[in-house]
């Protein structure tokens, strides 16, 4: 798919998924725009390059898409369906009357209708206030005060109130107590402020079973013995070997035989997927499918960046990137305990090496920083055109995953 397309996860106070919105380019961005322009919907016809897609990618939420006004001039009959959408208008159109009709056309096709903070200067007469469903605010910007009031004025009309820019954990605790309703920002990646000295006893357990898989020479008798003692990872690795994701459904006689039937390759993949698992249980269930959807990814690339043999270091190291955000804790802490490859660690660590090189680019894409990714992936001398494509297989290869692993978590109600 020669376009860059990417979804970008929208929060509710109980760090669920409440959104994504959908953010995509037909070209690379020129040396004149900032990479961090969003992408705007402007025609049907771009609109078409995804619509098959966009089920795939949303996997049942409501998509924020940004539309300019020469989009809303035309037809509503034009735009993605209604039910999966909401409209997001990044200017206001002159006349107003225009903008109002216009508005009014798409609430009633049965769009839901957001807007840039522009709306928090208008009065509150405004009758497109009326119209109004969310209020995006860079959360980013001086004025906090002013955009409260503003906020408290225009609250009572229903109008919900999405934060973006929202990068730290201090930054999500302030946005909550100001009143947002939702929250977009790379804050869920970010470790929370350790309350203790010491590493809770489960994940320090499941810690130590990362660093058994991952030792040169794996002990498959000590593996064993850990999995027969957890009734739930037993189960797991049992459906794990009878699923048609390994092409096998043999009678399996024992763990010890499940293990064989995998194999090394395998059960280092599938192990280390449910112990990350088991370990952001207290976490944002999207810090687990952001960490996935990058393992398939950086994965998934080793062969067209000259790493064909490195395709499970390359998913590891994606696996393990936020493993920080999930343990609690800095990672060169963690990795004085983890016996990965040098390569692996540097490369975990924010060191320069290949291995960093393909995961910096596969975070670029994801956070939409375009300009930097066009970049990395000319130093690579990889085609970017080929990198939608397996972004949306490593999506779906992350639900197949979500739902083997574990229970599969509900998406949230718009």
């Keep these: 798919m020669d376009v860059y397309l990417v979804r970008k996860p929208i929060f509710d106070h109980r760090q669920s998924v409440f959104a994504y ?4 380019r037909t070209q690379p961005p020129t040396s004149a725009e900032s990479s961090r322009n969003e992408s705007v919907a402007t025609t049907p016809e771009t609109d078409a390059i995804f619509h098959p897609e966009l089920q795939r990618i949303t996997r049942g939420r409501k998509a924020f898409i940004r539309y300019d006004s020469d989009a809303l001039a035309a037809d509503c009959k034009s735009l993605l369906p209604a039910p999966m959408v909401i409209v997001e208008l ?3 159109m002159e006349p107003v009357t225009v903008f109002i009709d216009s508005c009014q056309r798409l609430k009633d096709a049965g ?3 957001a807007m840039g903070d522009f709306a928090l200067q208008w009065e509150s007469t405004n009758p497109l206030l009326e119209l109004v469903d969310f209020i995006r605010i860079d959360f980013s910007q001086p004025g906090v005060a002013d955009i409260q009031d503003a906020m408290q004025r225009i609250a009572s009309r229903g109008i919900k109130f999405l934060a973006h820019g929202v990068d730290t954990r201090e930054d999500f605790e302030a946005a909550q107590e100001a009143g947002y309703d939702y929250f977009q920002g790379g804050f869920f990646g970010k470790p929370a402020t350790a309350t203790s000295t010491e590493i809770p006893g ?5 810690l130590r079973i990362l660093h058994e898989l ?10 064993e013995r850990v999995i027969k003692q957890d009734a739930a990872l037993s189960y797991k690795l049992l459906t794990c070997v009878n699923s048609v994701a390994f092409g096998i459904r043999p009678t399996v006689s024992s763990i010890r035989h499940a293990l064989t039937l995998l194999g090394e390759h395998e059960i280092r993949k599938w192990a280390s997927m449910v112990i990350l698992r088991d370990l952001a249980q207290d976490k944002p269930t999207e810090l687990l499918v952001t960490s996935l959807v990058r393992a398939n990814l950086c994965g998934s690339l080793a062969p067209l960046v000259g790493m064909r043999a490195k395709g499970q270091e390359l998913f590891l190291v994606g696996l393990l990137s936020l493993l920080d955000a999930i343990v609690g804790r800095p990672m060169p802490e963690i990795m004085q305990n983890m016996p990965l490859g040098n390569d692996i660690q540097t ?6 090496n290949q291995y960093r090189a393909v995961l910096s680019l596969v975070v670029s894409y994801e956070r939409g920083d375009l300009e930097r990714f066009y970049v990395q992936a000319n130093e690579l001398r990889l085609d970017e055109a080929l990198v939608t494509d397996l972004y949306l297989r490593s999506i779906d290869l992350t639900e197949e995953a979500m739902q083997l692993y574990g229970p599969r978590v509900d998406p949230a109600k718009p």
């Design 21 to 24: 919105e959908i953010l995509y």
């Design 90 to 92: 990044v200017e206001e």
């Design 111 to 113: 769009f839901q209708l």
């Design 202 to 206: 489960y994940k320090l357990n499941h």
């Design 214 to 223: 991952n030792r040169t020479d794996l002990d498959f008798s000590a593996l």
């Design 347 to 352: 490369a975990l660590l924010g060191g320069g």
